[in-house]
């Protein structure tokens, strides 16, 4: 067990519902905030109804240094 989680547990069950998204042209700052805002860590940048990448907290932290809770 894994944080008191059976780590056979279908990832369904624990997975961010509904997926919290932004557009790819959308700027760092407001990413950031939807972060801090939706209190997630990843964003699934889609267009045209596709998944075309993840934007995490960690790809953030290289470009500006901080936490998105700091920005």
């Known amino acids: ?3 008191g989680v ?3 547990t279908p990832v369904g069950d624990l997975a961010t519902s509904p ?3 932004v557009d790819p042209a959308t700027p760092i700052r407001m990413a950031a ?3 801090a805002d939706m209190h997630v860590k990843r964003l ?3 267009e045209d109804g596709e998944v075309v990448g993840i934007f995490t ?3 953030l932290a290289d470009v500006i240094g901080e936490s ?3 920005f």
């Open 1 to 3: 067990l894994a944080g």
């Open 6 to 8: 059976d780590l056979d």
């Open 19 to 21: 997926l919290i998204t």
């Open 33 to 35: 905030r939807v972060m």
């Open 44 to 46: 699934a940048v889609v």
């Open 57 to 59: 907290s960690s790809d």
């Open 68 to 70: 998105p809770l700091d």
